[in-house]
């Protein structure tokens, strides 16, 4: 993996908050971690807006292998 050396200008306090949110010690693990969550946010969506809504009907007691109790 390639990396590269860059300069940011963030709110105060912004990655400080950000990597104890996240449990991090350091800003580049930091700015790592959350551009990664971005991409793999964007790519959940992606895969979300592929697949339709879903009917599901289910019998719950045909599906645990019981049969419907009647009398009861």
Same mark, same amino acid.
């Given at each position: 993996?390639?990396?590269?050396?860059?300069?940011?200008?963030?709110?105060?306090? &912004? /990655?400080?908050?950000?990597?104890?949110?996240?449990?991090? @010690?350091?800003?580049?693990?930091? !700015? !790592?971690?959350?551009?990664?969550?971005? /991409?793999?946010?964007?790519? /959940?969506?992606?895969?979300?807006?592929?697949?339709?809504?879903?009917?599901?009907? &289910?019998?719950?007691? @045909?599906?645990?292998? +019981?049969?419907?109790?009647?009398? +009861?």
């Amino acid at each position: 993996m390639v990396s590269m050396r860059t300069t940011l200008i963030l709110p105060d306090g &912004l /990655i400080d908050d950000a990597c104890e949110a996240a449990g991090l @010690k350091s800003k580049t693990e930091t !700015v !790592v971690y959350a551009l990664r969550e971005v /991409i793999r946010r964007k790519r /959940i969506g992606e895969l979300k807006a592929m697949f339709g809504t879903v009917d599901v009907r &289910l019998d719950l007691d @045909k599906a645990r292998g +019981r049969g419907r109790l009647t009398g +009861r």
